[in-house]
């Protein structure tokens, strides 16, 4: 199994930045993807990006062109950043951490809130 732990939400304005981490630890050698996925208010959870530990990422179209993922890796942690820019109030939702290890195992971390406001 592995652990998740992200930061970085908070409260922005329309036009502002933010960038989430998402770090992952355990059993990081069987990763797979790493990804984020946002739950809106009253919506159904949406794929934002992913990223294989050895591809290209995918970006998810309301947000393409404003935000990029990325990764780094060491012996014992895997961790996952996406870097929203331009964001608007459309964006607001709570971003969860997702990764996929061989074995189709599925892991969350526990949410972390991004609010769009002036």
């Known amino acids: 199994q592995v652990q998740l732990v992200e930061s970085g939400g908070g409260l922005v304005q329309p036009g502002g930045s933010l960038n989430l981490s998402c770090v992952a630890s355990g059993r990081v050698f069987s990763i797979y993807t790493m990804g984020w996925y946002r739950q809106a208010p009253g919506g159904q959870r949406e794929l934002v990006a992913r990223?294989?530990?050895?591809?290209?990422?995918?970006?998810a179209d309301p947000v393409k062109g404003r935000f990029t993922i990325s990764k780094d890796s060491d012996k014992s942690t895997s961790t996952v950043y996406l870097q929203m820019n331009s964001l608007k109030p459309e964006d607001t939702a709570v971003y969860y951490c997702n990764v996929v290890s061989y074995g189709a195992q599925i892991d969350w971390g526990q949410g972390t809130q991004v609010t769009v406001s002036s």
């Open positions: 990223i294989k530990l050895t591809g290209s990422p995918e970006i």
